[in-house]
């Protein structure tokens, strides 16, 4: 089944302790992002990847990492979170831009983190 | 920078039909999606309809694209109560490659 997964699907953490959200998908995408969704925000993208060892930053880079060292895994690093990165998180891939036409992107299910 | 902007909320009874408003800022905007959210999952593409477009059908949902007015809606025909949701407008800037930038989501409640 084509899927995005995601781990873990809730997390509480306290400020300071490095945590990983990994995220993996099993279409061959060459797009993968990561995006925040908060209460009447949407989602904003934090950062994207169009290719293995090709990232950039989205809307809401600060406070974040990502690395893309295999095509099928794009994990989101935060090395010392902050109550402010609360927030429920999704991973995000597609096609690359400009091949598929419709852009669509396929979403994970989400992780919740509490950072206290 | 962009801007896309939902109502919060819409109620509608069982069987009537759901029209959710979004509007936009982007005059390059190239593509226009709606995306469903249903509880506890991640964004579902429900359609999505090009910038030179005005019109679009799919089953029970039709969306509609006034670009004179940057404003995007997506009529749900005949409302479910599986229809209920958070439905997100969403849109790519031209040049942007996949970079889709997303209003605030419109919770739609549907009563029996």
């Known amino acids: 089944e084509a899927q995005v997964t995601q781990n873990p699907r809730y997390l509480i953490t306290v400020t300071g302790k490095k945590l990983t959200v990994t995220c993996s998908q099993n279409m061959n995408h060459e797009y993968m992002s990561w995006y925040r969704q908060d209460p009447g925000l949407g989602l904003r993208q934090i950062y994207y990847s169009m290719n293995v060892e090709v990232t950039d930053k989205g809307d809401v880079p600060e406070g974040y990492k990502v690395s893309r060292k295999e095509k099928r895994n794009f994990p989101l690093i935060l090395e010392s979170p902050s109550p402010n990165q609360t927030s429920l998180y999704f991973c995000a891939s597609s096609l690359h831009p400009g091949l598929a036409g419709t852009y669509e992107q396929y979403f994970g299910p989400g992780t919740r983190l509490t950072v206290t | 920078g962009e801007d896309v902007e939902q109502s919060l909320f819409l109620s509608v009874r069982e069987g009537d039909s759901s029209v959710i408003n979004c509007t936009y800022t982007d005059s390059s905007s190239t593509y226009l999606y709606w995306y469903k959210q249903e509880p506890g999952a991640g964004l579902q593409l429900l359609t999505y309809?090009?910038?030179?477009?005005d019109m679009k059908q799919d089953q029970r949902l039709t969306v509609l694209l006034n670009k004179k007015d940057k404003h995007l809606s997506l009529r749900i025909a005949d409302t479910q109560t599986g229809d209920s949701a958070i439905y997100f407008c969403a849109e790519t800037p031209n040049n942007a490659g996949n970079m889709l930038t997303f209003g605030g989501g419109t919770r739609l409640m549907v009563k029996p």
């Open positions: 309809i090009f910038s030179n477009m």
